[in-house]
């Protein structure tokens, strides 16, 4: 079992920037890749960056050259720094991991920016 606590949401202005944390707790040795999705009210659930076990990131296209993810050395937090924000990247974060005993979704943090 695992449990993601996700931190760092908020309201910003257009321009502005965010970081989110995510720490995992419980069977983290397993994990495979941790990543950040995004919901939208009305809208699918959409990947934001990934990062696997070995550190290779990918990114959506909306969000390349703006957003970075990391993780500690320890490998059990994940962090997703966003820069230049803009109003269409409002929407509620989901911290994601993917292990060997399964996937796991934090409970969502509301990212606002506003114009």
């Known amino acids: 079992q695992m449990q993601l606590v996700e931190s760092g949401g908020g309201l910003v202005q257009a321009g502005g920037s965010l970081r989110l944390s995510c720490a995992a707790s419980?069977?983290?040795?397993?994990?495979?890749?941790m990543a950040w999705y995004r919901q939208a009210p009305g809208k699918q659930r959409e990947l934001v960056a990934v990062i696997s076990s070995g550190g290779t990131t990918n990114y959506g296209d909306s969000v390349k050259a703006r957003f970075t993810i990391s993780r500690n050395n320890a490998g059990n937090t994940v962090y997703l720094q966003m820069n230049s924000l803009k109003p269409e990247d409002s929407a509620v974060y989901y911290c994601?991991?993917?292990?060997?005993?399964?996937?796991?979704w934090g409970q969502g943090t509301q990212v606002t920016v506003s114009s």
């Open positions: 994601n991991v993917n292990s060997y005993l399964g996937e796991y």
């Open positions: 419980g069977s983290i040795f397993r994990i495979k890749y």
